[in-house]
């Protein structure tokens, strides 16, 4: 009897966390209003319109309200995708990790497949540069030594990880043993004209950012010196919310996947020197997560 006594117990405490998962599973979010952020890039601080085909892209596809919250900091993104305040983020790749390993259920969905530029090349990859004013007598890295080094944010992947794991093997040294003044510019537009106005001697700026730049009409290519430049790592991910429902999650992912397949879409992409947004997984970031290991243990030797 006992035993028969301690089964039945056991088939019902069974079937009691059983239902308790299950209930837990059905409680995913499904808000009304999603909110949508990015970290702040040249296209973030120009005319808001621009994301309008991305943002009505996402209504049609969800049958919702969006909201576009407009951050200070690559950390504002983070933080407010971890409180839950935005639904809809997009990262930098190193300040995803970071955000990945505070809350494991956030999912990275979609990246941008990016047309070759000046320095840009094609795909859903890019690389961080060392650039400097093309008339410094600044040509190699033997020439850095004392010089001022600019880098964008302490959260940013090429201006800040990179250097700080990849270039500083290349020098043997910390960045702020070999130049005589390290300065965060707050990102890589005012990182690339920093070096123009002689603010700084040089900078780390990422590909793609840079072009940006010059497509704006801030410099000219041949106003650049290209010291160094880095191994190719992912464009930044298009993250989702792990509370959101999975439907709902499929819906957002299919609305930046067929983006380039309508005129609105393809001329926000064509903006933002895209072709398309292309699908990447969490597994596509192991590369930062390597670096991010590097740059740790660095630290703490």
């Not at 009304?32 to 996402?58: C, G, H, K």
């Not at 390993?101 to 540069?129: C, I, N, R, W």
């Not at 819906?251 to 067929?258: D, E, G, K």
């Amino acid at each position: 009897m006992k035993n028969i006594t301690t089964t039945v117990k056991a088939t019902i405490c069974t079937a009691v966390f059983a239902v308790a998962g299950t209930a837990q599973a059905e409680e995913c979010k499904n808000p009304d209003v999603l909110r949508f952020s990015m970290i702040p890039t040249e296209e973030t601080t120009q005319e808001l319109a621009l994301y309008e085909p991305m943002v009505n892209q996402i209504k049609e596809a969800t049958g919702k309200n969006v909201e576009f919250y407009l951050p200070t900091s690559y950390a504002s993104v983070v933080e407010a995708m971890l409180g839950g305040f935005v639904d809809i983020g997009m990262h930098g790749p190193y300040s995803y990790v970071i955000a990945q390993e505070k809350d494991p259920s956030l999912q990275v969905f979609a990246t941008y497949a990016k047309h070759p530029g000046h320095f840009q090349e094609e795909g859903p990859g890019y690389k961080a540069v060392l650039v400097a004013r093309s008339d410094s007598g600044i040509s190699k890295i033997e020439d850095l030594k004392g010089t001022v080094v600019g880098l964008t944010d302490p959260a940013s992947t090429s201006g800040n990880l990179l250097p700080r794991v990849s270039f500083t093997d290349v020098i043997g040294a910390q960045l702020e043993d070999h130049f005589s003044r390290v300065v965060y510019t707050g990102g890589h537009d005012l990182s690339a004209v920093a070096v123009i106005e002689g603010q700084v001697d040089v900078a780390f700026v990422a590909t793609h950012r840079l072009d940006n730049v010059i497509d704006r009409g801030l410099a000219k290519m041949e106003d650049y010196n290209l010291i160094w430049s880095s191994p190719v790592i992912p464009q930044d991910p298009f993250v989702v919310s792990g509370k959101l429902c999975d439907d709902l999650v499929d819906q957002i992912s299919q609305a930046f996947l067929t983006l380039n397949e309508s005129e609105a879409g393809r001329e926000y992409l064509k903006n933002v020197n895209a072709s398309k947004f292309v699908a990447m997984t969490d597994a596509d970031y192991d590369i930062i997560r390597a670096l991010k290991a590097a740059k740790d243990a660095k630290k703490s030797q």
